[in-house]
C-alpha cells in the first residue's frame, strides 16, 4: 500500500515561484547525490537543496537581463552542472565555481529546449527544432547546424531514437502531460489527458523501418475519479510499475494523489488548499511540489501492492516457487517483469518479445498481398508463442497466460483477420482459465462462431456469466447441421448414446423405460396426426445432429443461476425453445432407460441438469408453447413420459421394504466366507 | 474382454499385531515400527511411504522401545530385558546385551545418538555407549522404587527426565542423582486417589518437561522449580504416547480411546512475545489404544494395536499437492502371505506361527457378470502346519503341482511332501534338508515343481533340487557378480525355468539364467523400491512394479527395457494410477493371452492390456461401469489398457488360476475388528 507522509518545507519562493499555472519553478533536477536536487527558477538563480538537511549547499545565477531558460542538470558522470540562459548559450560549472560569468560558455546555433541528463550516460541536448545531440557532439562544435524535425500540425513525440510516431487523436481532449520509462527495448509511455484518463501507449525502440508514420495505439491505464467526481489533473509521475501520482484538482481544492493501476484504486492523497503550480516532481521516494509560497517534500512509500498483500495473505515470496497452487502473491501482468527477480532473465526476455508480437503489426496491407498475410501472420504468432511457452515453467505462469490471452483477443477485436485459434483452444485445454481471466474471450468466439472453442470454454471455465451462456445457446441452437457436420466439435458427450453414423438407425420393435412404453400409454385425445407426432415427437432419435448435441451438453454442463439466466432464456427464439426442448425431452428419456438413471460416457449431462434446463425453458416460455401448435404434441408427450414416472417411482416406494430386505439379504451373502462370483471386466 | 470366475476367499484369518511403538529417523526419512508380536518394520518415506525391511516376531521378543542411534543403527528394548540390535540388511537381531535391571521398559537415545538409556522394572536407569559393534553397559543412575515407564533427553544431553508410576524424576546424568522429583497426583482429591501411570515424557530445550498420564492428562512441567505450568485433560482414559516436533511448537499425544491430538506453542496474542500450548487438532483414526505416536516435520503418525498405521500431513507444513498430501492409512503388510498352488487350486496362508493350506472350492454353473454361483463343492481346510519354537515365519510357499510346501523361520528351514490320495492327504517332512544360510527371505518354486529358489542374505539365492518321493538336493548358490550386504527379498522365475530375478534390499533386480547359473544381466538401477516382479511365461519379459507406482517390463534375452516399457514412460501412466495409496504386491499373466497382465493391490485388481492404448490424464482411469452401459461401437472408442476392479477390498492376494478363472483373497476390515479385544468404552449420549 502507498502511504502518504508528513510534509516538510524544503524553501520558500521568490515573487515568480508562486501558486498558479505558468508560474511556478522552471524545474527540478536531481543532483548528483541522490539527497541532492538542483532547483531552477524562472529567472536567473538555480540552488542546490540538501533535501534531509532543508538546507541550500550551494546557488548560483546569472547576470541581470540574462535569464535561464533551460533547468540546470548535473552531468552526473563528471559532477559538472549545465546550465542554458538566453536559449543559445551554454554554461558549465562545478561546485566550486561562484561566478556564473566566468565558467565555460559556449553559443549554439539553435534554440535549445531541454538538456536531459542520466547517470552513466552523456547528457543529451535536445533542442527546440527537435534536433538531438549529446554534450560532447556538441561541444565538439558549437556553431554546427541543427537540423528542424518538428512540423507543427501533427502531435508528435520525440524519444532518444529519432523516430516519428503518431498517436491516435483523441476526440474532445487534449494531452496534458507525458512520462516515458524504458524497460527492455520498449518504451512504456503514459499520457495523461485532460478526458481525466491516463493512457498506456507502448513503442518499441528498434524498429528498423523507414517508412511513414505510424500510428500508435493506447490502452486505457487509469481512469481518474473519485466515486463521482472527476479529478482533473495537471501533472503526474510514475512511481513503479503499478503506482502513479498525479497533482490536480478535485472539485475546489487541489490535492496530491496516489493511484495504483493495477487495481484501479486511488491509495493515497492529500489536500493541498493553499494551492499549487500544477508541477510535480519525483526524486528518491520524495514528492517536490509547490504549495502556496513554498516548495515542499512529502515522503511516501509505495509497496508492491497484491491483491494477498490487501486481504492479509501475503507469504513470503522466497518460498512461492515450490508451490504449485495458484499464487496470488504475483498476480498481474506488469508485476512479472520486476517482481520475480530470481527468474528474471527469462521471464523478461520472454515478456518482452510477447510485446512485440501483440503490438499490432503495422502497414499490413502495404507490405503483403491481402489474402496470403492473414494465415502467414496468425501462424507465425502462434508459432512464437508456443516456443515461449514451453520454455517458461513458472508457478505464476497462469496470471501471465491470462495476460497474453487478453492482449491477443484485444488485437483479434482490434484486427478482423487476426484469429490464433488453435493456439487459443490449445491454451484453453491445457490451462486451467477462467473466464474472469480473459473476459472477452468468449466474446470475440461468438462473433467468430467458434463453436468448438465456445463448448470448450463451457466445459471448462467454472465463472461464465449466465449472459454469455445464453448467448451460446442461441448460437448453437441457431447454426444448421448441415453446417456443424463440416466444424470440428468434441463429440465425448455424445458418442456414448446417439449413434453417429445416420444410416445405422435401427428401429427398436418396442422400448420399455423404467416401466413406460410410448405405444401402450393411450391417451385419446390426439388420435388425428398421430403417425406425424410419431415421427416428430420420437423419442428414439435425437432431433438434433451430434455435433449440436455436445455443444448443446456444453451449455447443460456450466454452471448458472436461475435467477440471472431466465430473463436471457426468454429471448429465445419460440422454433429454437421448441429444438431445445425436444432434445432435452430426448435426453430425459435416453437417461431414464437406465437403471441408474445416468447417461454414459465423459461430461455427458446428469439428469438434474436436464430436469433444471427442462423446467427453465418451459418457465420461460410457458405461454409461447402453450400457443405453437408443434409443441403441443411435445408437450403432451413428455406429460405422459413424466407422469408415468411419477407413477413408476410411486409403485416403487411401495415396495420400499421388500427392496430393502432384498437388499440386507445381499449384505448377508456378501459376509460369507467363500463364494463364486463372475466378474467381467470389459 | 471377458468373464472371469471369482473364487472369492474370505476365510483367511490373518490378524495384523498391533503397533507397540515407533521410531522416525528425519535424516533417512525411515519410521521404524515394532508390533506387539516383536516384529520390527522399516518404512521407507522417500519411496511413497514402502515397507522397506520387515524383521518377523518372536515369541519371547517383546519391542517396549526402539531407537534410531550413531546413524542408522536400530537399537530395540524389551520386556526380555535385552536391548537387542537389529540388523537391516540381513533382517534379523544383529547381537542382544542384557540389561540387568529387569524387563525394560522404556529406552531413548539422546540427541547425537552416542548413549541410550534404559528404564528398567527394578526402578533403575542405565546409560549405555553406542560404540562400533554394539553397546557397552555405562553406569548406573540413581534408583528408586517403581518401574521407569518412559525416559526422554534434555536436548542438551546433561539431563534426563523418567516418568514412573506417580512421578517424575529429573536425573543429572554426570552425577547420576536425582536433581527432581514431581509428584504428578498432587492436585487429586484424597478420596479419589489412585495410582497415576505416567505413560510418556518429552524434555523441551527450553526446561520444560511434558508428561502424559493415565488420568487423561497433558500436564506441562519446569522441571528446576518443579512446578506445573499448564495440564490439559485431553481424554477421559489414559494418554498413552507423545511425541515433539523438532523445532519444539507442536507436540502430538495418542489417548488410549484411539484419539491423537495436535498441541501447538501459539503466542497468546497475534504477533505477541507470550506463548502458550493450545490443543488444536483432534483426530479419531483408531479404534483401539494409541500406543505410538511420531511427529515429523510434516505429518503426524500413530500407531494404534488396531495394527493401523496412519500418517497425517499437517496441510500448513505441506507446500506441494502430492503423493505427502494425503492422509495414508496402512494395516496390511506390503508383502505377500498368501501363496497359491495353480494346478492344485490350493492356497497356503502364513500367519505368524503357523501355515493353513486350502483347497479351493468349485462350481459347475456359468452366469453371468455379479451373479453368485451355486458352490458345489466347499473349500475344504487341508492341513495345518504349527512351526515349532518361539519364532515366527519369515516366509513359504507351495509348489504348483501342490506337492511341496516350505517355510523358512530365523534358524530353521523346513520342506515338506504332501501326498494327495483322493480326498485323504498326507504330509511327510523332507529328510536332511541342506544347510542353508538362514533365514530365507522368500522362496519360490519353479513352474514345474521341480526346484526350490530360496533367497538368502549378501544378495545371494540358492537354487535346490526337489527330488521324488521326497528329498533335495543343493544345487547351487547364484551371487551377484558386484556382491551386496543387502538380502534377497523378491524372486520371481520364468515358466521355462531358464530365468531367475532376484531383488535384493538395495533395489538392484539382478537376472541369473539357470542353465549355465551363471549371472545374465542386471536391470538398470531406478530409484525407488521393488514392490513385485514376475517373468511373462510366453516372451521372458520381466515385469517390474516399483513403489512410486511405476510399472516397468525388461525383456530378458535382449537386456533392455521393451518398446511398450518406453513407451509407457513416454506418455506417462494415469494421474490417479500414480497417486494409488498402497503398492502392487503381486504380478500374474494370462496363460492363453500374452498382452495381458493381472496386478492388485489393496483396494484394486486390475487386468493391464497391453494391446490397448494408455489412458491419458482427461480419461476415466476406472472406467468399468461406464463401459458397461455403453453400446459395442461406442466402449470400443472408450477401451483403454487399465481394467481396473474395486470389488474385492481390502485385497490381500489375487492370481490367475487358469484364463477364465481368478482367485481372489479378502480380508474384511469388519472381521479384523471382531478379533480384537473391546476398545475403552465410550459414552455416547443417547445410549
Known amino acids: 500500500m502507498a502511504a502518504l507522509c508528513e510534509a516538510f518545507t524544503l524553501c520558500g519562493l521568490g515573487p515568480t515561484g508562486g501558486v498558479g499555472l505558468g508560474s511556478g519553478l522552471l524545474a527540478l533536477e536531481p543532483g548528483a547525490d541522490p539527497d541532492h536536487v538542483l532547483l531552477t527558477d524562472r529567472g536567473r538563480t538555480a540552488t542546490l537543496f540538501k533535501v534531509s538537511d532543508q538546507k541550500p549547499l550551494g546557488c548560483w545565477s546569472v547576470k541581470h537581463g540574462q535569464i535561464i531558460t533551460c533547468p540546470v542538470v548535473c552531468n552526473f558522470e563528471t559532477h559538472e552542472y549545465i546550465a542554458v540562459h538566453d536559449n543559445k548559450v551554454l554554461r558549465i560549472w562545478k561546485d566550486k565555481d561562484v561566478n556564473l560569468d566566468k565558467v565555460f560558455k559556449a553559443t549554439l546555433s539553435a534554440e535549445v529546449y531541454r538538456i536531459h541528463s542520466l547517470p552513466h550516460a552523456e547528457p543529451l541536448v535536445l533542442f527546440r527544432g527537435g534536433g538531438v545531440r549529446t554534450l560532447d557532439v556538441l561541444l565538439e562544435a558549437p556553431q554546427q547546424e541543427i537540423e528542424n524535425v518538428i512540423s507543427d500540425e501533427l502531435k508528435t513525440i520525440f524519444f532518444l531514437s529519432l523516430c516519428k510516431y503518431k498517436l491516435e487523436q483523441q476526440e474532445l481532449s487534449n494531452p496534458l502531460c507525458f512520462t516515458a520509462y524504458i524497460k527492455k527495448q520498449i518504451i512504456t509511455l503514459l499520457c495523461l489527458y485532460s478526458s481525466n484518463s491516463v493512457y498506456k501507449v507502448l513503442i518499441p525502440l528498434q524498429q528498423n523501418s523507414e517508412e511513414e508514420e505510424q500510428t500508435l495505439s493506447k490502452s486505457l491505464l487509469l481512469n481518474l475519479s473519485i466515486s463521482g467526481s472527476v479529478l482533473k489533473g495537471t501533472s503526474f509521475v510514475v512511481l513503479d510499475k503499478d503506482h502513479v501520482a498525479v497533482l490536480g484538482s478535485l472539485a475546489a481544492s487541489e490535492c496530491l494523489t496516489i493511484w495504483n493501476t493495477k487495481f484501479q484504486t486511488l491509495q493515497a492523497s492529500k489536500e493541498l488548499p493553499l494551492g499549487t503550480s500544477g508541477q510535480l516532481w519525483c526524486y528518491g521516494e520524495k514528492f517536490f511540489f509547490t504549495h502556496g509560497k513554498v516548495l515542499t517534500v512529502v515522503i511516501y512509500k509505495c509497496e508492491t501492492s497484491s491483491l494477498a498483500a490487501a486481504v492479509g495473505k501475503l507469504k513470503d515470496s522466497q518460498t512461492s516457487d515450490l508451490s504449485s497452487f495458484v499464487n496470488w502473491n504475483t498476480l498481474g501482468d506488469e508485476e512479472l517483469l520486476v517482481s520475480c527477480q530470481s527468474q528474471q532473465s527469462v521471464a523478461l526476455k520472454s515478456e518482452s518479445k510477447m510485446m512485440v508480437i501483440l503490438k499490432p503489426m503495422p502497414c499490413t496491407s502495404e507490405l503483403h498481398g491481402i489474402s496470403h498475410f492473414q494465415d502467414a501472420s496468425t501462424a507465425a504468432v502462434e508459432d512464437e508463442l508456443r516456443q515461449l511457452l514451453s520454455k517458461a515453467q513458472r508457478p505464476d505462469f497462469q496470471a501471465a497466460i491470462g495476460c497474453v490471452i487478453s492482449a491477443l483477443i484485444n488485437r483479434c477485436k482490434a484486427d478482423p483477420m487476426f484469429y490464433p485459434r488453435n493456439f487459443l483452444v490449445q491454451m484453453i485445454q491445457k490451462r486451467e482459465l477462467s473466464y474472469s481471466l480473459c473476459p472477452d474471450l468468449m466474446a470475440v468466439a461468438l462473433e467468430k462462431k467458434d463453436v468448438h472453442l465456445l463448448q470448450i470454454c463451457l466445459q471448462r471455465f467454472p465463472d461464465i456469466p449466465e449472459e454469455i451462456t445464453y448467448a451460446c445457446l442461441k448460437v448453437f441452437l441457431s447454426i444448421s447441421d448441415d453446417y456443424l457436420e463440416r466444424t470440428d466439435v468434441d463429440l465425448e458427450s455424445v458418442i456414448s448414446y446417439i449413434d453417429i453414423e445416420p444410416n445405422n438407425k435401427e428401429v427398436k420393435t418396442e422400448v420399455v423405460e423404467n416401466g413406460f412404453s410410448t405405444e401402450l400409454e393411450e391417451d385419446g385425445c390426439d388420435v388425428t396426426g398421430m403417425k406425424e407426432t410419431h415421427m416428430m415427437d420420437s423419442v428414439e432419435f435425437c432431433p438434433v445432429g451430434p455435433q449440436k448435441a455436445a455443444l448443446l451438453n456444453a451449455v447443460l454442463h456450466s454452471a448458472y443461476s436461475e435467477t440471472f439466466l431466465l430473463p436471457h432464456l426468454k429471448d429465445l427464439p419460440a422454433q429454437q425453445a421448441v429444438l431445445f426442448l425436444r432434445y432435452l425431452h430426448y435426453l430425459y428419456v435416453k437417461c431414464s432407460e437406465k437403471i441408474n438413471t445416468t447417461l454414459p460416457g465423459v461430461l455427458s449431462p446428469t439428469i438434474s441438469q436436464i430436469m433444471d434446463w427442462m423446467c427453465l425453458l418451459l418457465d420461460a416460455h410457458f405461454t409461447v408453447m402453450v400457443m405453437l401448435p408443434e409443441a403441443k404434441r411435445l408437450l403432451s408427450s413428455m406429460h405422459k413420459f413424466v407422469r408415468a414416472q411419477v407413477r413408476f417411482y410411486s409403485e416403487l416406494n411401495k415396495i420400499e421394504g421388500s427392496l430393502q430386505e432384498l437388499q440386507r439379504i445381499k449384505c448377508q451373502k456378501d459376509s460369507q466366507a467363500y463364494s463364486i462370483e463372475v466378474l467381467e471386466l470389459i | ?687
Not at chain 2, 192 to 204: D, G, H, N, P
Not at chain 2, 290 to 310: E, K, N
Not at chain 2, 511 to 534: D, E, N, Q, R, W
Open chain 2, 1 to 687: 474382454m471377458g468373464e472371469f470366475e471369482v473364487h472369492r476367499v474370505r476365510f483367511f484369518g490373518l490378524v495384523p499385531a498391533g503397533v507397540r511403538c515407533m521410531a522416525y529417523q528425519h535424516r533417512g526419512c525411515r519410521l521404524a515400527l515394532a508390533r506387539t508380536d516383536g516384529a520390527v518394520e522399516v518404512y521407507n518415506f522417500a519411496a511413497n511411504y514402502f515397507m522397506e525391511k520387515a524383521i518377523p516376531g518372536h515369541q519371547a521378543r517383546s519391542v517396549e522401545a526402539l531407537c534410531w542411534a550413531a546413524g542408522e543403527r536400530l537399537f530395540g528394548a524389551g520386556l526380555s530385558g535385552d536391548i537387542t540390535e537389529y540388523d537391516l540388511e540381513r533382517l534379523r537381531p544383529a547381537r542382544t546385551v542384557d540389561g540387568f535391571g529387569g524387563p525394560i521398559w522404556s529406552m531413548a537415545a539422546n540427541n547425537d545418538g552416542t548413549r541410550l538409556a534404559i528404564g528398567c522394572e527394578d526402578g533403575s536407569v542405565k546409560l549405555f555407549q553406542v560404540v562400533p559393534g554394539g553397546v557397552q553397559f555405562e553406569k548406573n543412575l540413581d534408583r528408586q522404587k517403581g518401574r521407569v515407564l518412559c525416559l526422554s533427553w534434555h536436548p542438551s544431553g546433561t539431563h534426563l527426565a523418567a516418568g514412573s508410576i506417580n512421578f517424575i524424576r529429573v536425573l543429572d546424568v554426570r552425577s547420576g542423582r536425582t536433581a527432581q522429583r514431581i509428584m504428578v497426583n498432587y492436585h487429586v482429591p484424597k478420596s479419589k486417589k489412585r495410582e497415576c501411570v505416567v505413560w510418556s515424557i518429552a524434555f523441551l530445550s527450553s526446561g520444560t518437561v511434558i508428561s502424559s498420564d493415565s488420568f487423561g492428562r497433558v500436564q506441562f512441567w519446569d522441571w528446576e522449580r518443579g512446578t506445573l505450568q499448564d495440564s490439559h485433560t485431553v481424554s477421559t482414559s489414559a494418554v498413552l504416547s507423545l511425541a515433539v516436533s523438532e523445532e519444539e511448537d507442536s507436540i502430538v499425544v495418542g489417548t488410549s480411546a484411539g484419539a491423537t491430538y495436535q498441541f501447538q506453542l501459539l503466542p497468546v496474542k497475534a504477533g505477541g512475545q507470550e506463548k502458550r500450548w493450545v490443543r488444536t487438532k483432534p483426530f479419531q483414526h483408531h479404534t483401539h489404544d494409541v500406543r505410538a505416536v511420531v511427529h515429523t516435520p510434516t505429518a503426524l503418525i500413530s500407531g494404534g494395536l488396531d495394527a493401523q498405521l496412519v500418517i497425517r500431513p499437517l496441510m500448513e507444513k505441506v507446500q506441494k499437492k502430492g503423493y505427502d498430501a494425503v492422509l495414508r492409512k496402512f494395516t496390511f503388510p506390503h508383502r505377500r502371505l498368501v501363496s497359491c498352488a495353480r494346478k492344485a487350486r490350493l492356497l497356503l496362508f502364513q500367519f505368524s506361527q503357523h501355515l493353513e493350506l486350502w483347497r479351493l472350492g468349485s462350481t459347475n454353473k456359468t452366469g453371468k457378470d455379479g451373479e453368485v454361483l451355486p458352490v458345489s463343492r466347499m473349500p475344504e481346510h487341508l492341513l495345518q502346519l504349527k512351526s515349532k519354537g518361539p519364532e515366527h515365519i519369515y516366509c513359504s510357499c507351495v509348489s504348483p503341482c501342490g506337492s511341496w510346501i516350505a517355510y523358512s523361520t530365523a534358524s530353521r528351514f523346513h520342506l515338506y511332501r504332501v501326498q494327495h490320495e483322493g480326498d485323504s492327504i498326507s504330509v511327510k517332512k523332507v529328510p536332511g534338508v541342506p544347510k542353508l544360510l538362514l533365514p530365507a527371505y522368500q522362496l519360490q518354486c519353479a513352474s514345474d515343481s521341480g526346484r526350490l529358489f530360496v533367497a538368502s542374505d549378501r544378495g545371494s539365492v540358492h537354487v535346490v533340487q526337489l527330488l521324488e518321493p521326497g528329498g533335495c538336493k543343493h544345487l547351487h548358490t547364484l551371487r551377484p557378480p558386484t556382491g551386496t550386504r543387502e538380502a534377497v527379498y523378491l524372486l520371481a522365475s520364468s515358466a521355462d525355468g531358464n530365468w531367475l530375478a532376484a531383488v535384493s534390499g538395495d533395489w538392484e533386480v539382478h537376472i541369473y539364467s539357470l542353465k549355465h547359473f551363471k549371472h545374465h544381466c542386471t536391470v538398470p538401477t531406478y530409484s525407488c523400491a521393488v514392490t513385485a516382479l514376475a517373468i511373462h511365461p510366453a516372451t521372458n519379459n520381466l515385469f517390474i512394479s516399483y513403489s512410486d507406482q511405476q510399472l516397468f517390463e525388461f525383456s530378458i534375452p535382449e537386456k533392455q527395457y521393451t518398446a511398450w516399457s518406453r513407451m509407457v514412460q513416454n506418455s506417462g501412466l494415469h494421474k490417479l494410477w500414480l497417486e494409488r495409496d498402497s503398492p502392487i504386491t503381486h504380478i500374474a499373466f494370462n496363460p492363453k493371452n500374452t498382452s495381458q497382465i493381472l496386478l492388485h493391490d489393496v483396494y484394486m485388481l486390475c487386468v493391464l492390456d497391453k494391446s490397448l492404448p494408455l489412458p491419458d490424464n482427461n480419461t476415466l482411469l476406472v472406467n468399468q461401469s461406464t463401459l458397461k452401459q455403453l453400446s459395442e461401437p461406442a466402449r470400443r472408442r472408450q477401451l483403454h489398457a487399465f481394467k481396473i476392479c474395486k470389488k474385492f477390498q481390502p485385497l490381500l492376494f489375487a492370481d490367475l488360476l487358469d484364463e477364465r478363472c481368478l482367485v481372489t483373497v479378502e480380508r474384511p476390515a469388519v472381521d479384523i475388528s471382531a478379533e480384537l479385544p473391546p476398545p475403552v468404552q465410550q459414552k455416547k449420549f443417547g445410549t
